[in-house]
């Protein structure tokens, strides 16, 4: 069996600026990989191409061997491949409910229905009547990512969840996202603490100006090494 | 009695009015469109229901059998071939294509109907009327009256209960996060669009049993379905409703007072709302 999801030689623009350079890595089924970099390095732009948001070359991005770079967003995501935008992105008319509703849009049968999201996250459930901006921060990044597992996805990539959350909502948090890999859920997580992307991530990969810098187990990786990646050699040569 | 006679004028002329401004508050709340061609679709629905009885000898309100899909598949196809590619863009775009429209509507209307004046002849519903007390209210009015409630009401359960409604929210809270739920924003959009003409195709054959019109009539009719939704306020589709009868009642009473400021009359309220609720009565809410 081949990889769930390989990108070959990726390059990306926005427009004129090119924002990955041939880029290529790998996620096997079920595997939690973690992407880390600093601000521009390419991360975001990364997930939204695989998710469709950002149109790339045909064989640059396989899924379950398909070919699927240059499909349009709404075709991946009935394939099995779900993406928690940055910012969650959720939306602002619609109940908890009804946000969590449009994830099944993508017509995938599967273990994650309404009751299973609101087991998993049983304060959502609470409010599933309220709009989804009367929720706290933690509370709406549950939501996106319910949304995101509506589609019953093989792949989840998750972008920045912890984005402007205090500690102990982010552990709690990486904890319902352990649960959910339990269920068999491959993930792609984008990540700015390393620590904590070192501690969930199965592999990682760092991310510096549009290129794989480094790749490894997190066993495997010393934080010195990652600290060089993330910065670069003569950014790291200069702290010392 | 005088006035119930004139709160029943207000409560049709309302009526009309909300149903030629429901469309348009329907593609400018999902899709920031304004549809300068809007009340000139208004007049060829009328034109469409027209052929129909000429060609079949119905009743006119029975050619919403064929005036309704005609227009909503046209309101589909403009909105999918035309109007999607400039969703988004710069509000002139879809300001100067929609207006061109307009002007092709009218002369391909003048260019197949003339300028005569037409009216769609409904029997005996124009001239039955029910008792009232003292009064006798015409049957059409009321019709006109229920036909609107009944729209609204059905525009207003599709928008918040149903799933398609749900979508339609959703899509135009965020036209790019939908395609990641597997929905394809273009056609949503162009549903949001036939829907939005199927109330065009109503109004306009009840429109056209209500009055004289001829195809270069369009413009007034947006004219008023403008001052409706600035009046309600695109919160909730009751606003057209209330928005279309706060007109309707403006210039009955302005025709009482004098036949000659009944138009004036319906400026000046359209203006003292503007003035003091600019997002109208049934403002929508913002989340920010």
Redesign the interface.
């Known amino acids: 069996m081949g990889s769930l999801l390989s990108v070959n030689s990726l390059n990306s623009h926005y427009g004129a600026f090119q924002a990955l350079f041939d880029m290529s890595l790998h996620v096997e089924p079920g595997e939690c990989v973690a992407l880390v970099g600093s601000n521009g390095a390419g991360k975001s732009t990364l997930l939204k191409s695989i ?3 950002i149109a790339t070359s045909p064989d640059a991005i396989r899924f379950s061997g398909q070919p699927i770079g240059g499909f ?4 991946i ?2 394939l099995g491949l ?2 928690v ?1 940055e910012g969650r ?1 959720l ?4 109940t908890v409910e ?2 969590l ?3 099944a ?3 995938r049968r599967g273990a994650w229905t309404l009751p299973r999201i609101y087991e998993v996250f049983p304060n959502i459930a609470e409010r599933k009547n309220n ?1 989804s ?1 009367a929720l706290s921060g933690g509370q709406q990044q549950m939501v996106a990512i319910g ?2 597992l509506m ?1 019953n996805p093989q792949l989840l990539l998750c972008d920045e969840i912890s984005l402007g959350l205090a500690p102990v909502v982010v552990r709690e948090l990486y904890q319902r996202l352990t649960a959910i890999r339990s269920e068999g859920v491959a993930m792609v997580i984008v990540e700015q603490d390393i620590t904590q992307a070192m501690r969930v991530a199965d592999r990682l990969y760092c991310l510096r100006s549009g290129r794989v810098a480094l790749e490894g187990r997190p066993a495997e990786l010393s934080r010195h090494a990652i600290t060089e990646a993330y910065f670069g050699l003569e950014a790291a040569h200069a702290h010392h | 009695m005088p006035i119930i006679d004139a709160v029943f004028q207000a409560l049709m002329l309302g009526g009309l009015y909300c149903l030629f401004a429901a469309g348009l508050a329907l593609v400018f709340g999902s899709m920031r469109i304004v549809n300068l061609a809007h009340g000139d679709f208004i007049v060829l629905a009328g034109f469409i229901a027209l052929t129909v009885t000429w060609t079949v000898p119905v009743h006119p309100l029975l050619s919403l059998v064929v005036v309704v899909p005609i227009m909503a598949t046209l309101g589909y196809a403009l909105q999918r071939f035309i109007l999607n590619r400039v969703v988004g863009a710069d509000p002139m775009a879809a300001l100067l294509i929609t207006f061109g429209i307009s002007i092709i509507l009218q002369n391909v209307l003048l260019q197949i109907f003339s300028g005569d004046t037409r009216k769609l002849q409904a029997g005996v519903l124009e001239t039955a009327s029910v008792a009232f007390g003292d009064s006798a209210i015409g049957l059409y009015p009321i019709v006109v009256f229920v036909v609107a409630v009944t729209v609204i009401a059905a525009l207003q359960y599709l928008f918040y209960n149903t ?1 398609i409604g ?2 339609l ?2 899509t ?3 036209s ?9 924003q273009n056609h949503i959009y162009a549903v949001a669009s036939a829907i939005a003409f199927v109330v065009i195709g109503i109004a306009g054959v009840l429109m056209a049993i209500r009055t004289n019109f001829d195809p270069t009539q369009g413009p007034a009719r947006l004219l008023t379905a403008f001052e409706v939704v600035i009046i309600g306020g695109l919160g909730s589709f009751w606003g057209a409703l209330v928005g279309g009868i706060m007109l309707g009642l403006a210039q009955t009473i302005g025709a009482r007072i004098d036949p000659g400021i009944q138009m004036l009359a319906g400026h000046v309220v359209f203006l003292a709302v503007l003035l003091l609720r600019p997002n109208g009565l049934f403002p929508m ?1 913002t ?1 920010s």
């Open positions: 998710a469709g948001l349009p967003a709404e075709k995501v009935k779900a993406l935008p992105k939306f602002p008319s619609l009804e946000n509703l449009m994830g849009k993508a017509g709009l901006t949304r995101a589609s | 799933e749900r979508v929210r959703a135009s809270d965020d790019q996060t939908v395609r990641l739920m597997g929905v394809n809410v989340h």
